[in-house]
């Protein structure tokens, strides 16, 4: 059974940085492709970045955000910089079996956390 738990959520101000971790159980990293997806206040949920057979990022984040995968610890992170107000939502770490998409969408995760709350704001 594959399980994953968010952990570095917080409330931070415009500018900052944060970064959020994503640990794995059940299956190595490496067996698997992990994004992140945001859901602000009224919106659906949206695509952020994964890391799979490659690195991928919506536009909004590019520059800003980085995705990494730790073997070691079986874990993926987000390293959040240049946060801005717009940033604000839960993210949610997701696991697929399908190692490579052009364009990834919720659909195509099947394993997901609970969620972690960012809120940037002065």
């Known amino acids: 059974q594959v399980q994953l738990s968010e952990s570095g959520g917080g409330l931070v101000q415009p500018g900052e940085s944060l970064r959020l971790s994503c640990v794995i159980s059940?299956?190595?990293?490496?067996?698997?492709?992990v994004g992140w997806f945001r859901q602000g206040p009224g919106t659906e949920r949206e695509f952020v970045a994964a890391v799979g057979w490659r690195s991928s990022y919506t536009n909004s984040v590019k520059g800003r955000f980085s995705i990494s995968a730790d073997s070691a610890e079986n874990t993926v992170y987000l390293q959040m910089n240049s946060l801005k107000s717009e940033d604000t939502a839960v993210y949610y770490c997701?696991?697929?079996?399908?190692?490579?998409?052009?364009?990834?969408?919720?659909?195509?995760?099947?394993?997901w956390g609970q969620g972690t709350q960012v809120t940037v704001s002065s």
């Open positions: 059940g299956r190595t990293v490496r067996a698997l492709a």
């Open positions: 997701a696991g697929s079996d399908r190692y490579y998409a052009p364009n990834w969408s919720s659909s195509d995760f099947q394993y």
